[in-house]
């Protein structure tokens, strides 16, 4: 099983998410999980490929080529891939991937994760998606997206899709038996 991990290219103000996604990172290896994530060396992107090697894991880094100097690509990886663009970069980790996972970082982490769940929404996979919410990071969007059921814009069982969870644990058991809802309309 592979998963791609979206995270930050920095490493936030809360040492806590640096810490958090190297075990992160150390669990998915000790698992024998394959981690596909933005390929940079920097930020919590770094810290988890970092972990993972350390453990003897499987990493797979998918950079888009103007973002190979910024991220400042990996190098030390099990494969990098460099890309033409994010659309690329987006769908290659798709298909490498067996589902997904958002660590905290920035709006590039939110939008991988919202088009992946949106694209399982729309039946164009059927890999389960989810939020890590450790230490309460996306207490907030949580709550954003259960209002946005309450208000009719999302139907609960397209709500449902998202596994989110604080552990990484009960996360990893929801993808083993994970099974995309019955499309029941828009």
């Not at 690329?88 to 991937?97: F, H, I, P, T, V």
């Not at 949580?142 to 709500?159: N, S, Y």
Request: hydrophobic share 45%; with cysteine; net charge negative.
């Amino acid at each position: 099983m592979k998963l791609a991990i979206y995270c930050g290219s920095s490493e936030g103000r809360d040492p806590g998410h640096v810490e958090r996604t190297a075990a992160v990172g150390r669990a998915l290896a000790q698992r024998g999980i394959g981690i596909v994530y933005g390929g940079g060396r920097v930020g919590l992107m770094g810290t988890l490929a970092d972990a993972a090697l350390a453990e003897g894991g499987t990493v797979i880094g998918v950079i888009p080529k103007a973002l190979e100097a910024r991220e400042v690509a990996h190098r030390g990886l099990t494969e990098l891939h460099v890309v033409a663009d994010m659309h690329e970069r987006k769908a290659l980790m798709a298909e490498l991937s067996d589902g997904f996972i958002a660590l905290p970082g920035g709006i590039g982490t939110l939008e991988e994760l919202f088009e992946s769940w949106t694209w399982g929404l729309l039946g164009f996979h059927r890999k389960p998606c989810a939020l890590l919410n450790a230490a309460g990071y996306y207490d907030e969007l949580c709550r954003f997206i259960d209002k946005m059921v309450d208000e009719g814009f999302l139907q609960p069982h397209f709500r449902d899709m998202l596994v989110i969870s604080s552990e990484l644990e009960i996360l990893l058991k929801a993808f083993e038996t994970y099974q995309p809802p019955v499309r029941k309309g828009g």
